[in-house]
């Protein structure tokens, strides 16, 4: 009975996702709302006078920027980097 169940349990998935779909969903779609709520961030405290806040925060925000374009990058081009690592 513990075979039986295991079989089922290790049956390929009937459908696929698609990442990529998602990927492009996501950068077109939920990627510029979330930059145009921190732009606004921005300006209303540079409006304030908290010029200090506004800088560290963008820098902060430019390397989070950075290294989701890395990931993005890395996501694109990863099959290619195992294939030229592997073969």
Not at 25 to 37: E, G, M, R
Not at 65 to 86: H, R
Request: charged share 10%; aromatic share 8%; hydrophobic share 60%.
């Amino acid at each position: 009975m513990i075979a039986t169940e295991l079989a089922i349990l290790a049956a390929e998935p009937a459908g696929s996702i698609n990442t990529e779909g998602i990927v492009t969903f996501f950068a077109s779609n939920i990627a510029p709302i979330l930059l145009a709520v921190l732009g606004v961030i921005f300006i209303g405290r540079a409006s304030r006078g908290e010029i200090s806040k506004v800088l560290t925060s963008s820098a902060i925000a430019i390397v989070g920027l950075a290294f989701i374009a890395g990931a993005a990058t890395l996501f694109f081009v990863g099959e290619s980097i195992i294939d030229l690592i592997f073969n």
